[in-house]
Structures are given as structure tokens and as C-alpha cells.
């Protein structure tokens, strides 16, 4: 009897643990569909997502392939994945008061704070106009102005039958802070594509090529929690500036251009550059030149512009081979790890260790946790116990919020229970 228990729980955790490590998983797709607006590209979203890695193959790397995409409408999405009181504290201190006198100045300060990641004369780059004294103060200032025009003309806006756009009443439904929470806390969706139109009302994060040019959501990376994903991201992509409708929110620049010309951009332009973030971990750059998918000048130009630059000047980014070398190596980790040859796998997850560069998109802890945790996984089944131990500490320092490790533990303990012995501040953590 206790011996079956003890089988039982081997291959509970034998289980689990292959089922976390399988090698280039398929990417999860949701589709959230709003009734009020068109689909743009008759409603399908399977040759987007071709499309975004075929580019993706060109620029960066191949392998990248996806589930067939789900559907959901909008409302049953928020319903379902929306946590009320999260996004309403985060509106509360970061949300634009769409709906409220703005005082400018109170956002002074944070704005300014934010803006410091870019060189002052980049920053001038978005305000053709600007005077050549023009300091820091004076473009937090003019981007502020610029976003109160912007809403306001998001405001203005009508339905075919007359409705305002923007109510306060089901305001949520277009707010980006909400569309983010939901898709950045749901658990099924790698990538998450809406026809609905976002209104990017993060007012402490006023990125200015958003801000100047609709204050609508493109695409964005976001840190993810998806169960057994490959990933820590999780993209979402607003496909409302390609399609023609009733308020229209079609990009200028993208007028007259034939459904499969805006599909190609939407894919190359937007879907692959996010892919780029979440797959590959490039941040933005401004110093790749031209060839690179992940150049933030191309986020300065109009969609048009911009996806000609990036498919008439071909070939790969040479500043981007340290990303994709590791990646290289993380995917052999996790094809030698299926194949149980963990000593390779271990090589090769300690080599992507290595060479993950300094600057990465999202949390470098946070990667470099994850990967330790795969190191982590090689090390309890090769059964070497005080490397494992060592691997544990360093893990804990690098990543203290690190959840799969924390839900993964007992299991592991079960598993080799001579190699799991937690410190004792560990073990009455609560999950979350
Ligand atoms: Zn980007
Ligand atoms: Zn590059």
C-alpha cells in the first residue's frame, strides 16, 4: 500500500515536471472578439499569425508555431479573466481620468521619471516644433498637452447610431490598464488579439509615439502567468487601427492599401516586433539599425512606413545575435530535457545562463530564475544533491517571487526527498 502511494507520487511529479519542459511548444491564441466594431482581414486571424513568423524566421528565427486561435467575446473574456479590484486599484493611481478635469501638473513628476529612459534629443525627435532650448520640463509638459488632445478626440467620437465611444459606463471594455490586467493574469493565452480599440490610458507611462499619434494600443509585451507556457510574456495585439468602421480608427497611412497589405503589416510590423520582446527577449533598440525588427524608430514612423523599411531591408540584425544565441541554447536545453538526457539539457540551460545579455525585455531576474529552475530540474534528476541545493539559494536570491518554483517544490520534495530540504523561512510561504 505505501509502496503504490510512493509510485503513485514519483510519477505524479515525473509527470508534472515533463509536462512544464516540452520543447517549442505551440503558442496558445485567443481571439477577443468585440460586436461593436468589424474584424478586420474577414475575421481571420490564422494568416496574422503566419504571416508574424514567417518575418519573425527572417529576422530573428524559426520554429515559432501556433494552436489553432480560440474565440471569445469581450465581454465573457472580462468577465471571466478580469479582476475587478486589481485593475480598479492600478486605475486609480497610474489611469488617465478620461472622464476628469486633468490637471497636468500633477503628473509632472512621474511623467519626467518615466521619460528619463530616452536622451533628451530623442525625445525631441517626436516635437518637430520644439525650441532649441526645449529641456525635459518642457517635452513632459508638451506630451501631456498632447495626451489631453487626444483623448479629448477619442471623446468626440460616435458609433454609426449616434452612441458616444467613450462612456463611463462600460468604459472598462476600452481601457488599457483593464485589457492589460486581464491578459497579463489569465492563465490560457499566450497571445491575446482583439478587434476592439484600446485606449492607452496608462497616463504615468506616456510612451510618445502612442501618446502623439492616437493614444490607441498597437501591440504590447506583458509579464505573463500562463500554465506550462514556454514563456514569462504574454502579447496583446489591437488589430482596431486596420479596419474600416463606425468610429474608424484606421492608420492613415494604411488608407487605400488592399486587406492583405494591412494583414502583412499588422503581422511585421506589430505582431512579430512583439514576438521579438516575448520570444527572443531583444528590448527596444535604437542603435540596431535599420535591418532590425526590434528599432524603436520604427515605432516613429507611420505602419506604412515602417513595414517597408523592415522587409526592404533584408537579412538579420547582427546586434541581435547574442539574443538569439541564447535562445538557441534554451531550446536545445528543452529538447535534450524531453529527451531525458539531462546532462546535456543542463549544459545547455547553464549555457543560455551564460549568454543571456545584460539588457533584455522584461525582468532579467526573472529569465535568469527560469532558467535556473531548469538547471534546477536537470540537477534533482541526475541526483546531484548539493549542487541542487547550491542551484536552490541562488535561484531564491536571484528570484524571490519565483511561482513555479514555489508551487513546484513539493513535488520535488516528494520526488527526491533526501535533496529537498527547504530553509525553514521558506516553508511557511503562502502561495499566491
Ligand atoms: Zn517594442
Ligand atoms: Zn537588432
Redesign the pocket.
Known sequence: MIKNTKTLAISVAFLLLSQIAVAEKKLSVVYVYDENFPRPFEGKIVPLLEQAAKTLGKKLGGGIEFEEPQEIRQEDFFARHLDKFTYKELYDRVGYPVFKKVDNETYLASVGNFLERWELEELKSFFPDAPADADRAWVARSLLAAYAERIAELKDLKYADGRPFLEKKGYTYHSYLAWATAASTQQKWEIVVTNAPIVYDHITQPYPHNVLKRALLGGVSLTGQVRGSALNRVILLSLATFAEGQPSFLEESLVGRSGKERMKVAASYLLAHELGHAVYL?PD?YN?GVK????TTLANMDYWSGYRQLVSNKGR?A??SPYRRTREKLVSGDRQYAKQKYEKAFKSYRQAEELLPERISGERPVVLSRLMLKQLKCLVFLGKREESLTLVDKLVATDPENKEFRKLRFSIKDLKKDVWELPEDQKQRPER
Open positions: 531583444v533598440v540596431h532590425c525588427l526590434m528599432n540584425c546586434l541581435c
